[in-house]
C-alpha cells in the first residue's frame, strides 16, 4: 500500500467552512499528488509536490491549496468549501524509480452541504 | 485540457468469458496505465506501459500501449468473479515533469455474472 495513510476518511461539512484533509506516507517518497473523483470524469489532478515546499497546480486546483513542510505530510486545503467540492480526494505517491506509476492511499469521502 | 475516451462505460459478462475495453485520446501520450478500483478503496496499478506498441501481460491481463500513441487495450482473460470492478486508463505526457501528472478514462464498470 506504499505506507500512504489519508484522514479523515469521510467528512461532511458545510458550506462555506474551511477543510483541511491530510496525507501522510511512511516511505520517504519525493512525489506527492492529489486527485480528485467524481462521477464521469475519472480522476483529475488538483495539486502536486515534488519535494518540502515545492509544489504545483494541477488541472482543477481552484478552489483548493496545498502545503508540504515535511517529506512525510502533504495537506490539501479548502479555504471555504462549496458543494462543488463534495467528491472523493484520493493522495498518490510515485513509485520511487517509476516513470509514472502511482500508488494511491484509500480516499476521504468528503461531503460538502 | 487533454481528454481520455473509454469504452465501453460498462460490461456485464458471464464468468470464464474473455473482456476488452480500450482507451482514445485527441492526444499523444507517451505513457499509458490501466488500474481497477473496487468499492471504498484507491485505484491499484495493474499494468504500465512505457513505448509505442508495447505489449505486456499480468497473469490473465493484457494491455497495449497503441501504435500512434493515442490509444490503449486492455483484455481480460477467463473472467472470474473477482475480477469485479471499475478499471481506469490513464495517459501520461512526455518529460520529467510529467511524471504523475496522468490524464483519467471515464472508466468501465465491470460486472462478473457466476
Known amino acids: 500500500d506504499a505506507g500512504i495513510t489519508q484522514s479523515p476518511r469521510h467528512k461532511v461539512t458545510e458550506t462555506g467552512t474551511p477543510v483541511t484533509l491530510r496525507c501522510h506516507q511512511t516511505?520517504?517518497?519525493?512525489?506527492m499528488y492529489w486527485y480528485r473523483q467524481d462521477p464521469g470524469h475519472g480522476l483529475r489532478l488538483i495539486h502536486y509536490s515534488y519535494g518540502v515546499k515545492d509544489t504545483d497546480k494541477g488541472e482543477v486546483s481552484d478552489g483548493y491549496s496545498v502545503s508540504r513542510s515535511k517529506t512525510e505530510d502533504f495537506l490539501l486545503t479548502l479555504e471555504s468549501a462549496t458543494s462543488s467540492q463534495t467528491s472523493v480526494y484520493f493522495c498518490?505517491?510515485?513509485?520511487?524509480?517509476?516513470?509514472?506509476?502511482?500508488?494511491f492511499g484509500e480516499g476521504s469521502r468528503l461531503t460538502v452541504l | 485540457g487533454q481528454q481520455l475516451n473509454q469504452s465501453p462505460q460498462s460490461m456485464f459478462i458471464q464468468e470464464g468469458e474473455d473482456v476488452s475495453m480500450n482507451c482514445t485520446s485527441s492526444?499523444?501520450?507517451?505513457?499509458w496505465l490501466w488500474y481497477k478500483q473496487e468499492p471504498g478503496e484507491g485505484p491499484v496499478l495493474l499494468i504500465a506501459?512505457?513505448?509505442?506498441?508495447e505489449l505486456t501481460s499480468n497473469g490473465r491481463l493484457t494491455a497495449q500501449f497503441g501504435i500512434t500513441r493515442k490509444d490503449s487495450f486492455l483484455n481480460i482473460s477467463a473472467s472470474i468473479p473477482s475480477d469485479v470492478g471499475i478499471y481506469f486508463c490513464a495517459g501520461q505526457g512526455a518529460g520529467g515533469t510529467s511524471y504523475g501528472k496522468l490524464t483519467f478514462g471515464q472508466g468501465t464498470i465491470l460486472t462478473v455474472h457466476p
Open positions: 492526444s499523444i501520450f507517451n505513457t
Open positions: 506501459l512505457y513505448k509505442a506498441g
Open positions: 516511505e520517504n517518497h519525493r512525489y
Open positions: 498518490a505517491i510515485l513509485r520511487r524509480g517509476s516513470a509514472g506509476e502511482l500508488f
